[in-house]
């Protein structure tokens, strides 16, 4: 196993041709995207039950009235935990501490630029029948401390999922993204792509 920090791993993910993925990795990349919002996220395992995550997301719309328009920039990272039960079932957990960079408007007027720094908390399940297919379903919250409300910042969120694995190294997903507050409950802009590396 490479002895690599979790960003010094990032160019193994193009050259290496030793990229293996197992049933619940957590030694991967994922780049994913959905409706004005897309993320890099990045798994390192530091034990057989702990893992380190740091994520970068970019959104165009957070918003939660239609009279205002916002974006952010959110920047990561966290400890998680893991439990497998058998080869098929996993429960995991964990927190993250977020910083996010906020430009608004409302009515066409500038609102001052916000930062702000909070925590996350996430819990899930992950199930894997084959090494072709894992589904995944997670909760996550948010505790943002910003002066306006936004959806994607101050809600929680519930994903559903699955991944298809190309081969030992390379995966494709496809989720659902439902915030709790937003107006409809179900849109075409909650369905989310996702592109995964495994390594060693």
């Known amino acids: 196993m490479f002895k690599v920090s979790t960003l010094a791993s990032i160019p193994l993910l193009i050259v290496a041709p030793t990229l293996m993925a197992e049933p619940f ?3 991967n990349a994922q780049v994913s995207y959905r409706a004005e919002h897309w993320a890099l996220n ?4 530091i034990t057989e039950d702990f893992y380190i995550t740091g994520f970068y997301h970019h959104t165009g719309d957070i918003a939660l009235s239609p009279t205002v328009k ?4 959110v920047l990561g990272a966290g400890l998680m935990t893991s439990t497998n039960f058998g080869h098929m079932t996993e429960f995991y957990a964990g927190a993250n501490l977020t910083q996010n960079r906020i430009k608004s408007s409302e009515n066409g007027v500038g609102r001052p630029d916000e930062t702000n720094f909070y925590p996350s908390v996430i819990a899930g399940i992950k199930l894997s029948s084959n090494e072709k297919f894992e589904a995944d379903f997670n909760v996550n919250h948010g505790f943002s401390d910003s002066q306006y409300t936004y959806g ?8 559903l999922g699955g991944k298809y694995f190309i081969d030992q190294a390379m995966a494709l997903g496809l989720s659902y993204v439902w915030i709790k ?7 075409g802009d909650n369905i989310e792509l996702s592109f995964s590396l495994y390594f060693e």
Do not use: G, P, W
């Open 25 to 27: 990795n957590h030694n």
């Open 42 to 45: 990045v798994e390192r395992a």
């Open 70 to 73: 916002a974006k952010a920039r």
């Open 152 to 159: 994607y910042l101050d809600s929680t969120s519930f994903t």
């Open 181 to 187: 507050d937003q107006d409809k409950a179900i849109s």
